[in-house]
């Protein structure tokens, strides 16, 4: 059975830094691409970031660009985020896809962690 358990989260300032970690268990390969995604209260679920299968290749939305960092280490993935907002505070999920690309769309992610609430707020 596949799991994927995320950790790291809490209550930070504005323009604090914090490290969520994703790991896996079961049948995830090395070879998936794994990402980060969150929601926020009331809105829908939203691309952070996303790492190919080999860490070689990363995606970031717009809004995270130059702040946060995904990082990859065979089936364990990390994100680094720094210079938090308010508008950061959402649930965090990590994500495992089906092939090796790394991608926007949620459709192809098919193993899903459970989230881990991050809260900006001074």
């Known amino acids: 059975q596949v799991q994927l358990v995320e950790s790291g989260g809490g209550l930070v300032q504005p323009g604090d830094s914090l490290r969520l970690s994703c790991a896996t268990s079961?049948?995830?390969?090395?070879?998936?691409?794994m990402a980060w995604f969150r929601q926020a209260p009331g809105k829908e679920r939203e691309f952070v970031a996303a790492s190919d299968w080999n860490a070689l290749s990363t995606l970031y939305s717009d809004s995270v660009k130059g702040r946060f960092t995904i990082s990859k280490i065979f089936t364990k993935v990390y994100l680094e985020m720094h210079s938090l907002k308010p508008e950061d505070t959402a649930v965090y999920y990590c994500?495992?896809?089906?092939?090796?690309?790394?991608?926007?769309?949620?459709?192809?992610?098919?193993?899903w962690g459970q989230g881990t609430q991050v809260t900006v707020s001074s």
């Open positions: 994500a495992a896809s089906s092939g090796g690309g790394a991608t926007r769309d949620p459709s192809q992610y098919i193993y």
């Open positions: 079961g049948r995830i390969l090395s070879s998936s691409a």
